[in-house]
Nanobody, 125 residues
Framework: QIQLVESGGDSAPAGGSLTLSCAPS????????MGWFRQAPGKERDWVAA???????KYAESGKGRFTISRNNANNTVYLQMNSLKPEDSARYYC???????????????????WGQGTQVAVSS
């Protein structure tokens, strides 16, 4: 099995930028679809973005045009670059992995098998 470790969460002002990283514990990263989710206190865990093993990418409407998901196969790391941050982006961000993303609909929490512990993002107005 693989373990996922997120990093890069921080406090940031509205309009600022943060880049989150997710590093699997093994080199199986290349064969997996990787996703980012976020959850604020008292709210559901929402999908943010996903990137398949072939590089296919899909974004949720919430971050479209502001967020960029990417993967670096050399260091086995997936990234979420967040620009133009808004206070509503404040949440705990989770990295997740699944064998394959089909993108027939919006990825859901139940579609991913492996999960990290999350990294906290706080955006002030």
């Amino acid at each position: 099995q693989i373990q996922l470790v997120e990093s890069g969460g921080d406090s940031a002002p509205a309009g600022g930028s943060l880049t989150l990283s997710c590093a699997p514990s093994t080199y199986s990263y290349n064969t997996y679809c990787m996703g980012w989710f976020r959850q604020a206190p008292g709210k559901e865990r929402d999908w943010v973005a996903a990137i398949n093993s072939d590089g296919t990418i899909k974004y949720a409407e919430s971050g479209k045009g502001r967020f960029t998901i990417s993967r670096n196969n050399a260091n086995n790391t997936v990234y979420l670059q967040m620009n133009s941050l808004k206070p509503e982006d404040s949440a705990r961000y989770y990295c997740a992995a699944e064998l394959t993303c089909y993108f027939t609909g919006s990825p859901a929490e139940a579609d991913f098998y492996y999960w990290g512990q999350g990294t906290q993002v706080a955006v002030s107005s």
